[in-house]
């Protein structure tokens, strides 16, 4: 019932783009994506919702396709900055239990 | 300043020796939550809470337990901590249901002897 996270890890140059995937097996309400630094706490990106949009943020949009159960976050032109471990994060119901993948480890090079 | 804080930041004890690690929050948000985060396995959540006196029970939350009985304070309680329990916990909170924005603590690193 935990998601799926594709790549389990990705290595960029700056101002590359990178696709991670996220699937679940489970019908889902929502998708969270949450960056996490090393030695952090998670932080926030956004939340798609189901029959909601693609949702952006600067240089990172996401989807969600609820016929696939799939999500996909999009970074483009990488900075150093986005160098984390991206989570995804599924809610079959809106009832609060959150699962979330086992994340996804981005690092960009100059 | 609005945030999520857990005390304490670093935990160690001894197996079977009682803890509580405390979350609070001071955004008026109704939904709380505790997580643990171990290598390889992301975080998973233990319980979960939507209001005042509503707990419920998340993937992994056997030999913990919770209480919810003011909004801003969330209490993880281990009755008997074992070395399986040796992880990194987040608490973290949400304004309603969760379909916003979830702010995380800043993490308690508990390791049982």
């Known amino acids: 019932q935990q998601p799926v996270q594709s790549p389990q890890a990705v290595i960029l140059r700056e101002g590359e783009d990178a696709v991670i995937n996220c699937s679940s097996s489970?019908?889902?309400?929502?998708v969270h994506w949450y960056r996490q630094k090393h030695g952090e706490a998670p932080v926030f990106l956004m939340i798609?919702?189901?029959?909601?949009e693609q949702k952006g943020h600067e240089k990172i949009s996401a989807s969600f396709n609820e016929k696939k159960q799939q999500s996909s976050l999009y970074l483009t032109a990488s900075q150093l900055s986005y160098s984390g471990t991206y989570f995804c994060g599924t809610e079959a119901r809106s009832q609060g239990n959150l699962i979330f993948g086992k994340g996804t480890k981005l690092s960009v090079k100059p | 300043e609005a945030q999520v804080t857990q005390n304490p930041r670093y935990l160690i004890t001894v197996t079977g020796k009682k803890l509580t690690v405390t979350c609070s929050q001071n955004?008026?948000?109704?939904?709380m939550s505790w997580y643990r985060q171990d290598p390889g396995l992301g975080l998973r959540q233990i319980y979960y809470?939507?209001?005042?006196?509503?707990?419920d029970k998340g993937d992994v939350p056997e030999g913990y337990k919770v209480s919810r009985k003011e909004k801003r304070n969330f209490p993880l309680i281990l009755e008997s901590p074992s070395p399986n329990q040796t992880s990194l916990y987040f608490c973290?909170?949400?304004?309603?249901?969760?379909?916003?924005?979830?702010?995380f603590g800043p993490g308690t690193r508990l390791l049982v002897l």
């Open positions: 798609l919702l189901k029959g909601g």
């Open positions: 809470s939507m209001n005042v006196e509503v707990t």
């Open positions: 489970k019908a889902l309400y929502s």
């Open positions: 955004m008026n948000h109704e939904y």
């Open positions: 973290a909170s949400s304004p309603r249901l969760l379909g916003e924005t979830q702010y």
